[in-house]
Nanobody, 114 residues
């Protein structure tokens, strides 16, 4: 069983930055592909960024060049650095761990004001 706890969300003005963290426990973090997803009101949950066990990354087109995903295997933590935030980035952000099965955190709210 994997437990994921997100932190770092909040209210920020357009153009600002936030750094989300997701701490994993209950497993060997190294073996999991990690990702950040988001869900805005009335919309489906979408992949924002992912990082493999080998460190390869992928991003949604809407966040390329603004967001950076990283992982620290020694700390069992994955991060999402979000720069140049826009109002359309407003959503609940969820951490995901995948290794044949998906595990989810409880989510953290990010609100970007215009």
């Amino acid at each position: 069983q994997v437990q994921l706890v997100e932190s770092g969300g909040g209210l920020v003005q357009s153009g600002g930055s936030l750094r989300l963290s997701c701490a994993a426990s209950g497993t060997n973090f190294y073996f999991y592909t990690m990702g950040w997803y988001r869900q805005a009101p009335g919309k489906q949950r979408e992949l924002v960024a992912g990082i493999t066990t080998g460190g390869s990354t992928n991003y949604a087109d809407s966040v390329k060049g603004r967001f950076t995903i990283s992982r620290d295997n020694a700390k069992n933590t994955v991060y999402l650095q979000m720069n140049s935030l826009k109002p359309e980035d407003t959503a609940v952000y969820y951490c995901n761990a995948e290794r044949g099965h998906d595990y989810w955190g409880q989510g953290t709210q990010v609100t970007v004001s215009s």
